[in-house]
C-alpha cells in the first residue's frame, strides 16, 4: 500500500501516517498533534497517494480523524482551533475531489452515515460559538469561515451538495450576522460572510423555502442592513480604483483625465493593481437588493468606506486603510461602468448587474432619491474611445442619479456593437431605460437631462443588431422594447421631457433615422410572413412601429415640399424642427395601451439557468483559488500572541 512510503520523516506525517493506518493513538497524541502546524502539502500527498477503493477502506480512520478534529474545536483554544479548521479543510478537500460517485458517499467517508446528523450538528454549533467568540483571535475566525466557504463549493451544483443541507437544518445565520455587525472583525472578514451567504442563499432558491431566504427578505435590522452595504461598498470603491489605476497606466493619453477625478471621488491609496472581479460579492449584491426592498434605504445612504477590506487571498491579513465618504448606488454606477467596457471579459457581472439595475429601477423609493434635484453627486462614468466621437473626456459635475444612470445605459449602448451581439444585455438596458420613464411620467418629473444622446444611442444599436441580419426570432422582443420608449416619448413626452423643444428634437431625430425604422417594420413583416410561433411579437412590433412610421410619413412630404420650393437640397435641422412646429395640428397619431406598464423583474423562468450557471462558476473559482496553507512568519505571529494570551 502507498501509505507505506513516509513522504516526510517530521512529527506531522509520521502522526498522520499512523492515524490513516488505523492504529489506536494516546489522547496525549491527539492534543499534541493539534497544537502542530499544519503541514497542508503534505497531508494532501498523502491522501493523492491513495486510489478512490483505497480511501473508501479508510473510512473508520477517517470518520475517527473527523470526530477529534470537532472534538478538539470545544476546547476554544486559539493555536488548536486554527490547525483543527486547517485540517478539516484538507480532509473536505481531499475526500471530495475523489470520484466517489454521489455525495453521500463522500459525506459517509468523512463522517460515517449513522453518526453524521450528530457530528455536523456538533461542528456547526462549534463553528457558530468560534465566529461569535470574543476571546478567539481573529485567524481562527476567518480559517472558520474559510473551512465553510470550501465546504459549500466541494460540488459544482451547491444544490446538490449533501454538506450544505446540514447549514440548512442548523442555520449560521445568526453567526454571520454577529462578523457583519461588529466593526473589529467587519472590515477583514465580512466579504468572506457574504461570500458564504451568496452561496448559501442559492442553495435550492426555487425549490423550498430558503432559511437564509427569509432571513434575509424579512430583515429589517438597520444595523446589520448597514453593516451589509458598507462591506459591499468597501469592496466596490477598491475594485473601482483598481481597475481604473489599471488603464491609468496602461493608457497614457488617459492619464491626464483620469487622474482628474479618481483621487478626487476616492482617497488615494496603495492600489492592488490587479485585485480580481468577486463574482460571489456581486451575487450577494443581487440576492439582497432583489429579496429586501428595505435594502433601498441603504443604497442611497452616504457611508464611510475604508480600504481596509480583504480579498480572498489575504488570508484576512488587514491592511492600511484610508477613509472616504459616498453612497452605494454611486459606486455601484461606477462599477457597472467599468464592467461594461469589457463585457466580452465580464459577461456574467454584466448580467448581474443588469439585474440589480432592474431591481432598483422598479423600486418607488430608489427612484424618488435618484430623480430628487437636492440629490446630485459626482459619479465618474468610464467612456470607451471611440474614433467617431468628437470627445472621449466628459468634465465630471455632480448630477441626479437618474441623470447618470441614462449616461449609463447609453454608453453601454453605444459601446457594445459586435459581431457576438449580447442581445439579453440590451434587453434588460432597454428594460432598465422604460423604467425609469414610467416613473418619470407617473410622478410627472422633467429631468434635464440630454435625450438626443439616449435617442441617438438607441437607434444607433437597433441600426447594427438590424444589421446583422441574424435569423433569430428573439431579436423582436428587444425591438418592440424599442418601440414601447419611442411611443413613451411620443405620446407622454409632455408630461417628463424638460420643454417644448425636445419634442421638436426627437422628431427631427426620428425623421434623420427614419431608414433605421423602416428596416424595423421590414424585419417584423418578414417574421410575419413566416408565420412561426412569434406571431403575436411581431404584430406588436409592427403596432408600437405606428407612430413612428405616421411621424415620418407625415412629415417627409412636407420637407421635401419645403426643400423644392426653396431649392434647398438638405435643409439644417433648425429648418427642419421649424417645418415640424408649423406641422403638428394635422398629426394623426395611434393611442397605445399600457405603454406606462412593466412586467416586474422576476427570476423564474427566464434567470434560472443563467444563476444556476453563475453558482457553478463561483463555486469552481472559489476551489480553484481557495489556500488553506499558512505562511511561516503569520504562523509564528499568531502563536506568539496566542501564548501570550493564554498565560
Known sequence: ??????????????????????????????????????????????????????????????????????????????????????????????????????????????????????????????????????????????????????????????????????????????????????????????????????????????????????????????????????????????????????????????????????YWTYPSVEEEKDLKLNLSLLLCLYEIVHLNRSFTTVLTQTMSSTTSENSDDTNGEEKKSEECHSNLISAFLTFSSLIFSNVRENLAAAQLCFDILLCVSEDNYANAFMHDENQVFPVFIFRTKLRHRKDNKKELTAMSLAYTLLDLTSEFLMTNLTKNFPFELYSKCYRVIHRILCYQKKCRVRLNYPWPTLWTSIISAVKWSNSLKLDDPEIISNYIQVGRIFNMFVMYGDTFLPNPGSYDELYYELLRQHGVFDSLNETGLKYLEKGNTHKESCKELLSNLHNVRAIVNHFSPKIEAWSTANKISTPTPEEVMDIVRSNYDTLTLKLQDGLDHFERYSEIPREQQFFTNLVRKICKDQRETTTVQIDTQTYHKFTTISNIGQN
Open 1 to 262: 500500500m502507498s501509505l507505506q512510503k513516509t513522504l516526510f520523516k517530521s512529527k506531522f506525517s509520521i502522526i498522520y501516517e499512523s492515524i490513516l493506518k488505523g492504529e489506536e493513538q494516546e489522547n496525549a497524541v491527539w492534543d499534541e498533534l493539534f497544537l502542530i502546524k499544519v503541514n497542508v502539502s503534505a497531508l494532501e500527498e498523502l491522501f493523492n497517494q491513495l486510489s478512490s477503493n483505497e480511501l473508501i477502506q479508510l473510512k473508520s480512520s477517517i470518520n475517527k480523524l473527523f470526530r477529534k478534529c470537532v472534538d478538539g474545536l470545544k476546547e476554544e483554544h486559539n493555536i488548536k482551533s486554527l490547525n483543527i479548521l486547517m485540517t478539516l479543510s484538507c480532509l473536505v478537500r481531499c475526500v471530495w475531489r475523489r470520484d466517489l460517485g454521489e455525495g453521500f458517499r463522500a459525506v459517509d467517508v468523512l463522517v460515517g452515515f449513522d453518526e453524521a446528523e450528530q457530528i455536523m450538528s456538533t461542528l456547526i454549533e462549534q463553528l457558530h460559538k468560534i465566529l461569535i467568540s470574543s476571546q478567539l483571535q481573529e485567524k481562527v475566525k476567518y480559517y472558520a469561515l474559510l473551512f465553510l466557504k470550501i465546504l459549500t463549493s466541494v460540488s459544482d451544483n451547491v444544490s446538490q451538495n449533501t454538506m450544505v443541507e446540514y447549514l440548512m437544518l442548523h442555520s449560521l445565520w445568526y453567526s454571520l450576522c454577529k462578523v457583519i455587525v461588529t466593526p473589529s472583525v467587519r472590515a477583514s472578514l465580512g466579504s468572506h460572510s457574504l461570500s458564504l451567504l451568496a452561496l448559501l442563499l442559492n442553495y435550492r432558491k426555487n425549490e423550498y423555502s430558503n432559511p437564509y431566504s427569509i432571513k434575509v427578505a424579512g430583515c429589517d435590522d438597520e444595523l446589520l442592513l448597514n453593516g451589509f452595504g458598507e462591506i459591499l461598498l468597501n469592496y466596490i470603491n477598491r475594485y473601482n480604483n483598481s481597475v481604473l489605476a489599471v488603464r491609468q497606466a496602461s493608457n497614457q493619453s488617459y492619464s491626464e483625465y483620469i487622474s482628474s477625478w479618481i
